[in-house]
């Protein structure tokens, strides 16, 4: 079973910037695609930026050249670094990752998500 803990958020006024981490444990023979998501206040759950196992990195455009996605394997953990951040980036953020291409096809094409870390910016 994987478990992820998130940490990192908190109150910072307009422009400001905030890392995010996420520790996992518990991960097994599978390939992992670890993701950020964040859900505002009234609004659906959102992707904000993934790295592939390969280092490969997606952002949602609302973030781009803003936020910055990268991991440490050796910590077992993935960062978000959020820079100019804005108002609307107000949300719970959450971490998940995507096992795949286990050993066993019962592990895969699981989600896992950690219990958020809250991000307020104030303008």
């Known amino acids: 079973q994987v478990t992820l803990v998130e940490s990192g958020g908190g109150s910072v006024q307009a422009g400001g910037s905030l890392r995010l981490s996420c520790v996992g444990s518990?991960?097994?023979?599978?390939?992992?695609?670890m993701n950020w998501y964040r859900q505002a206040p009234g609004k659906e759950r959102e992707f904000v930026s993934g790295?592939?196992?390969?280092?490969?990195?997606t952002y949602a455009d609302s973030v781009k050249d803003r936020f910055i996605i990268s991991q440490d394997n050796a910590k077992n953990t993935v960062y978000l670094q959020m820079n100019s951040l804005k108002p609307e980036d107000t949300a719970m953020f959450y971490c998940?990752?995507?096992?795949?291409?286990?050993?066993?096809?019962?592990?895969?094409?699981?989600?896992?998500w950690g219990q958020g870390t809250l991000v307020i910016v104030s303008s």
């Open positions: 998940n990752a995507y096992a795949y291409g286990c050993r066993s096809s019962s592990w895969s094409d699981i989600n896992y």
């Open positions: 518990g991960f097994t023979q599978c390939r992992y695609d």
């Open positions: 790295i592939k196992g390969d280092g490969q990195t």
